[in-house]
């Protein structure tokens, strides 16, 4: 499992490689179906992942936001399969603030059990086996865990704000603030550095299983508001409304 690990961290390294080739250049933006922003980086970073995991794992399928959605009477059948976004954050990256990144996981019966969050102009990653979490920077590799706080932090969406949140953060009490993009509130509540991550608006499944991942192995518990497990087996590519806690 650790050299399957690695193997998806590496992949994951050279989708970053592609999107940050094409960071500082003329961004070409498209718009999907669902009215959401693709661009050239999104594209080619799907390339380099789609080719690399069919490589990798032959007989493990693949479900990934960039490419043609198997249909669930098929779905239905897989025990595992990989979830991937090759871009989270497509409008953080065209912002050009750093807060977007490539999400790879590996779904078992329905949960993330291996998973790698790469922030590439970040220079950083988060991985996660199931059981244990880490934090991947120049400075080496550093196992990270959650931790409680006497005033929570509470992270949430930059470019996805909820009228919801005031109703939650009114019941929460006391707490400080903090807004970032993509899935990397899902490794700022892994590290310590936030308690929970409310997410009352949409997000997408493969937007989510990376970071569940890595949050679960550090000791967070993500559940749906009702307290059931966020599951990744079903018909439905639309996450419930979900709560990230320490």
């Not at 929460?172 to 997410?199: D, I, N, W």
Request: negative net charge; proline residues 5%; contains cysteine.
């Amino acid at each position: 499992m650790d050299a399957l690990l690695t193997s998806i961290h590496e992949i994951a390294l050279e989708a970053g490689k592609a999107i940050m080739d094409r960071y500082h250049s003329d961004v070409n933006v498209q718009e999907k179906a669902d009215h959401s922003p693709v661009t050239e980086a999104d594209l080619a970073a799907n390339a380099v992942i789609i080719q690399q995991l069919e490589a990798l794992t032959p007989d493990i399928p693949i479900l990934s936001e960039e490419s043609v959605h198997t249909a669930w009477n098929e779905r239905q059948h897989w025990g595992q399969f990989w979830l991937v976004d090759p871009l989270d954050g497509t409008k953080e990256y065209l912002r050009r603030n750093g807060e977007f990144t490539v999400n790879i996981a590996l779904i078992d019966n329905g949960k993330p059990i291996l998973s790698v969050v790469h922030a590439p102009a970040l220079e950083k990653s988060w991985l996660a086996n199931g059981k244990s979490a880490w934090v991947v920077a120049k400075s080496g590799k550093e196992k990270i865990q959650v931790r409680p706080a006497t005033v929570p932090t509470v992270v949430g969406s930059r470019s996805h704000p909820s009228p919801d949140m005031a109703d939650y953060l009114a019941a929460l009490g006391e707490h400080k603030m903090t807004s970032v993009g993509s899935s990397l509130k899902f490794c700022l509540v892994a590290e310590g550095r936030a308690q929970y991550y409310p997410r009352l608006g949409p997000t997408m499944m493969w937007d989510t299983a990376a970071g569940q991942c890595v949050a679960e192995s550090a000791g967070a518990t993500v559940t749906k508001l009702d307290g059931s497990e966020l599951n990744y087996h079903r018909e439905e590519l639309l996450n419930e409304h979900f709560l990230v806690s320490v």
